[in-house]
């Protein structure tokens, strides 16, 4: 089944301890991002790449970085969380550099506390 | 960076009634997308949008192209409770030599049976 995942799906945690949230597409995709979903606020990009070892920041990067060591997986990392980054986080995939037709994981809820 | 204007925020609907809800921006775009999110997943595509004036339609959903190419709007017919979500507007948009999305705000919709 093609498809995007994500680990965990639900992540309490405290200020300052490092994470990460994991990312795997199995549909071969170039294209993949990582998007934020706050109340009010819509979908925000954090990053995205277009390929391996290519990557790039989105509209809210700070705080976070990516990498993409392999084409299925797009880890998150928080190096230093902090509440603010409380958010429901998305990873997304697509096969065109043009990204639109995108794939949507099932979501991590993180809280910082 | 580039705002899409997505209205209305809400709508609370008895089942069985139209819904209408629209996008618009002071900017050209080349590609309109349709997204909606159940509750407690992703965004999933539902139309995508290519051509000015198209009208493009998936079941009981019909989607428009502006003719300005600076709006789209998406209609419901007939809607019943599975229909409930935030629906999000989407454009292709193409930044520093890659593409990406930008998301509107969103729709939340709500369908009273």
């Known amino acids: 089944e093609a498809q995007v995942t994500q680990n965990p799906r639900y992540l309490i945690t405290v200020t300052g301890k490092k994470l990460t949230v994991t990312c795997s597409q199995n549909?071969?995709?170039?294209?993949m991002s990582w998007y934020r979903q706050d109340p009010g606020l819509g979908l925000r990009q954090i990053y995205y790449?277009?390929?391996?070892?290519?990557?790039d920041k989105g509209d809210v990067p700070e705080g976070y970085k990516v990498s993409r060591k392999e084409k299925r997986n797009f880890p998150l990392i928080l190096e230093s969380p902090s509440p603010n980054q409380t958010s429901l986080y998305f990873c997304?995939?697509?096969?065109?550099?043009?990204?639109?037709?995108?794939?949507f994981g099932p979501g991590t809820r993180l809280t910082v506390t | 960076g580039q705002q899409l204007n997505q209205s209305p925020q809400s709508m609370f609907i008895q089942e069985g009634e139209d819904v209408s809800m629209n996008c618009t921006s002071s900017s050209i775009f080349n590609t309109w997308l349709w997204y909606k999110q159940d509750p407690g997943e992703g965004p999933v595509l539902l139309i995508a949008l290519y051509k000015a004036g198209e009208l493009t339609s998936n079941g009981r959903l019909t989607a428009q192209f502006g003719i300005t190419r600076k709006d789209s709007f998406l209609n419901i017919s007939a809607s019943i409770p599975s229909d409930v979500g935030i629906y999000f507007c989407?454009?292709?948009?193409?930044?520093?030599?890659?593409?990406?999305?930008?998301f509107g705000k969103g729709t939340k919709l709500t369908v009273n049976p």
């Open positions: 549909m071969n995709h170039e294209y």
């Open positions: 790449s277009m390929n391996v070892e290519v990557t």
């Open positions: 989407a454009v292709s948009i193409t930044q520093g030599g890659s593409e990406k999305l930008v």
């Open positions: 997304a995939s697509s096969f065109t550099l043009a990204g639109y037709e995108q794939y």
